[in-house]
């Protein structure tokens, strides 16, 4: 890493969760994300999900085809899990590098997740040809029960679930996903390397008091919602740790802005336009330059067990400022900071 007072050189980083979404919306929002990153774990929530092989190859020729020329990204893709998920398939689709990893979402814990997974014990077979192969599951990790308050969803998941997984697949690699509490910093520091954690800039950034700032707020709401200060300062810190169990996960979720600004407004925010301009405004704040490079560009590949990019991107000192809107699919996206100005720019 080179840094001096007006620009700052890295290896290219990554984007280790990122919703692109399909169709239109797939070709508004990709370039934003390939424009930084040279890689980006696709999440597969999509309707349907992707859940087969060649969904997943097919959905990834959609994505190289809604990039500009020379883009130089590559997607990696995920398998979405269900109740029915097939040990084999999946398998066959990682020896074949089709998917990277698998996710798991809680059956309706979030967007487009309504075919998620009810009870993981079905899931054993799908968990231990990953644990034996070495496939990394991604975890949304917060319980769907009604009876739970909603800040405490993530808390809770640890307890219910991810601790005894973890105790159940002491070789599994687990990404515990957007984490947003002190609770999931606690765990997964605790827990051995086998388990890492991805943070969000949004998380990093925002309590939950964002999002009813003055009235509701609904372009910072998103799943799992921001909690309590102490949480945002727990996660904030532990992305700047230096420890290699964290790493740059955007979230980026787009929704048309119709569907968030509405009587039941869409969980996600999207801050793909800037995201590690975002970020970096946030190390430099908290004087931490210096663990940048390893959280936006090293630790993700080597948790997954991917080499490093090559190559290098240079951000200077020069303000960005963040559109009120932007268009898209025919109509917008509000995007994460809009109408702000952030003091780095992406050189060139
Ligand atoms: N994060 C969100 O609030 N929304 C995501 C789903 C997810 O990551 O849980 C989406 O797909 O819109
Ligand atoms: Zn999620
Ligand atoms: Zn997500």
């Known amino acids: 890493m080179v840094t001096d007072p007006s620009r700052i050189t890295i290896r290219r980083p990554d984007d280790w969760h990122v919703h692109l979404r399909d169709g239109e919306m797939l070709r508004a ?4 994300t390939a424009r930084q990153f040279a890689r980006a774990i696709v999440m597969p929530n999509l309707v349907p999900p992707v859940t087969r092989i060649d969904a997943a190859s097919a959905y990834r020729d959609r994505i190289l085809a809604a990039l500009p020329d020379g883009h130089g990204f590559t997607p990696l893709m995920t398998c979405y899990l269900t109740d029915d998920a097939d040990a084999e398939e ?7 590098g089709v998917w990277v ?15 998620g997974v009810t009870d993981i014990a079905r899931l054993r077979p799908a968990l231990e040809a990953m644990q034996r192969i070495g496939m990394p599951l991604l975890v949304h990790g917060e319980v769907t029960d009604p009876a739970v308050d909603i800040f405490d969803r993530e808390a809770v998941f640890i307890e219910r679930t991810l601790a005894p997984l973890a105790r159940d697949f002491p070789a599994l690699k687990i990404v515990f996903e957007h984490i947003t509490t002190a609770e999931a910093v606690a765990f997964v520091e605790g827990a051995g390397p086998t388990i890492a954690a991805t943070v969000t800039p949004h998380h990093m950034m925002l309590n939950r008091n964002a999002i009813f ?5 609904p372009h910072a709401y998103c799943l799992p919602v921001a909690k309590r200060e102490r949480h945002r300062v727990a996660v904030r810190r532990a992305a700047m740790s230096g420890s290699p169990k964290f790493f740059l996960g955007t979230d980026s979720a787009p929704h048309a802005v119709e569907r968030k600004e509405a009587a039941c407004g ?26 940048f490079e390893a959280f936006a560009s090293e630790n993700g590949p080597n948790f997954y067990g991917l080499p490093l990019n090559d190559g290098t991107i240079t951000l200077e000192r020069r ?6 809107s932007l268009p898209a699919a025919g109509t917008a996206i509000i995007p994460f900071q809009a109408g702000g100005t952030l003091r780095w720019r992406i050189a060139g």
């Open 29 to 32: 929002v990709a370039p934003y």
């Open 90 to 96: 999946i398998a066959r689709g990682f020896a074949e």
């Open 101 to 115: 990893a698998a996710k798991l979402y809680p059956a309706n814990a979030t967007t487009n997740s309504a075919h």
């Open 213 to 217: 700032e003055g009235g509701i707020r």
């Open 266 to 291: 869409c969980a996600g925010i999207f801050n793909a336009p800037f995201a590690i301009e975002s970020y970096l405004e946030m190390f430099e704040e908290d004087g931490a330059i210096d663990r």
């Open 319 to 324: 303000a960005s400022e963040v559109p009120t």
